[in-house]
DNA sequence: TCGTTTCAGTGATTTTTATCACCCCGTTTG
DNA sequence: CAAACGGGGTGATAAAAATCACTGAAACGA
């Protein structure tokens, strides 16, 4: 058994093995440095991408160039957009961005009806990947729409904080103003009444998320 | 062929003939009147819903019973969510209305993932109604992220006119209030302003659009 | 080491949105 | 017919968020 087959059977472990063949077949690991753009909005999606280790960002532009975050991917899951695309001729609507240093598997998109038939294993994760992701962005139009800003905040950090894996987010005020779509001065506001409440510390350069 | 296989050949065309005589074995129209609520935030999914005839709008409710307008579903169209409950023990996390007098189409969940494997036109209809969905989503996260209370109702206005195929909307400045999550009187203030600038006409019960 | 840049703090002001209070006018209902 | 009710208009005020202008402190490059 190859390195990458074993990476594959530990980040997927319902993959049947005959799933996992065609991928050592067809599907090739890509190391993508951090900060890099991935997708960007209104570019052709000719594969998918299994996240195997680091975080994507995926997130949305509008015309005037304004961010807005989506939610991350984490090792073991994938973007479901970019399997909704039959032909391959669709154009993504979303944006991404690698956060880590990020290694990914790439599926060329012509193998996704084939597997889709073939593999149950396969099917069930396209299915429950496209759940998983509506249920995410369902999430951050409820902030966005029900809360404002300090509730968005407090979500905000407390989503990276999973994601991350940690309570300690290397992040600057301007960041959070960008992917929540406001600016940093309120941010900044915002924050520090939080800090004043004792749910986070602030540090330069960084966030210690206390207690949300 | 029947009065129903007929309609169901009329509005999706694609579909193949095993899947039609499939679909009069195992599916089941239903008429339902207007402003009926069909799903509720929390319930099981048992069957999936292919709208015939009608319109059903598709909203979020958030715990203080809030709602959120996402989009509407018309004849021809489905339900994303309810497509991807692989078991039928997942819960909605989305609620949904008749608009209008509605006839849907019934499918039991335990059929999705057989024709999914048989019918070729089924894996192709659901794919394409999942990316549907999602763009829509999106195009309300946009409008919620990245604009003003005036445009949203712009867009809000300009959706319903597509969606009802007409350009007279019968709506109260509640009813917007509420699926924009706003209140009456900033709507109406701002439905004025929209009056002055000639883009619509505003008469009781409801509202003329002339150019948005 | 010095200038420059980046990050962050803060007051002042404006814009946008929400809330409150109360109005009028049709329609329905008893 | 009178009262009750729902839809809608509007002024006053408050709260939330955005914008502007300026500050200082750390970090960094030359």
Request: some cysteine; proline content about 2%; aromatic content about 8%.
């Amino acid at each position: 058994m190859t390195e990458n087959t074993k990476q594959i059977k530990s980040l997927f472990p319902d993959f049947e093995p005959a799933l996992i063949d065609a991928m050592e077949e067809h599907a090739s690991f890509r190391d993508i440095p951090a900060e890099s753009v991935v997708m960007r909005t209104g570019q052709f999606i000719r594969s998918t991408m299994l996240v195997i280790d680091g975080l994507i960002k995926v997130y949305r532009e509008d015309e005037d160039g304004n961010e807005f975050y989506m939610y991350h991917l984490g090792p073991g899951q994938a973007c479901a957009l970019s399997m909704t695309c039959l032909t391959g001729s669709q154009t993504s609507q979303i944006s991404a961005k690698t956060s880590k240093d990020t290694t990914v598997l790439q599926i060329p998109i012509e193998k996704m009806d084939e597997w889709m038939a073939n593999y149950k294993s396969w099917y069930q994760f396209v299915i429950q990947t496209y759940r998983a992701r509506f249920d995410e962005l369902l999430q951050t139009l409820d902030s966005v729409a029900f809360r404002h800003m300090d509730e968005r905040i407090e979500f905000y950090l407390k989503r990276h904080c999973e994601v991350e894996g940690t309570n300690t987010l290397n992040i600057t005020h301007q960041e959070i103003a960008q992917e929540l779509n406001s600016s940093r001065e309120v941010i900044s506001r915002l924050l520090k009444k939080l800090a004043e409440r004792g749910k986070i510390v602030l540090n330069r350069h960084n966030i210690e998320v206390i207690d949300l």
